[in-house]
């Protein structure tokens, strides 16, 4: 895996993302915690979001975590000259490892996934994240079923700079 870099050098200058990914120049550098919808009292279920800049400045580095490292993984974004988009890499530490288009805005990020392969009648899953008024992190899942999206679930992550990605 990438290692990560600083948006700044020793100077404080700022480095910059690639025009391709500059809608997620607010991403950068921040932490944030979720509780899962699975959660309960009893077993909470706590994933944490660490956005960073990557490749100088040519991909962005998405890395969670839940519960302290039971699973986790890293998503990097990246254009892709080839196929003339910005796509996204997922390898997560249950071997998932998965491919998306991604859609970028100011402040979003829209990714959609061909799950077409699979028998539950799903042909896509479209996430998006984007960052709210307060600065918290809302995420949500759509999903393609007989050509129309369906919501699946969202939630909401709250910037937490003490928050930390542990792998096992």
Known sequence: ????????????????LTDHLK??????????????????????????????RALNGNAVRITNSVNNGEYGGERLIIWDPKQKSVISWYFSTAGI??????EIEKNKLISIEDVSNNDNGI?????????????NLMYKIKY???NIWVDGYEMIYEVDSKAEIIFK
């Open 1 to 16: 895996f990438l290692p990560i870099l600083s948006n700044s050098d020793n100077s404080g200058r700022i480095h910059d």
């Open 123 to 135: 042909l896509k899953i479209k996430t998006i994240y984007f960052l709210t008024k307060s600065g």
């Open 23 to 52: 809608g997620l120049d607010s991403f950068i550098g921040k932490t944030f915690k979720g509780t899962l919808i699975n959660s309960t009292p009893e077993k909470p279920n706590i994933d944490i979001k660490r956005w960073d």
């Open 97 to 102: 490892i998965s491919n998306s288009v991604v």
């Open 144 to 146: 393609l079923m007989n």
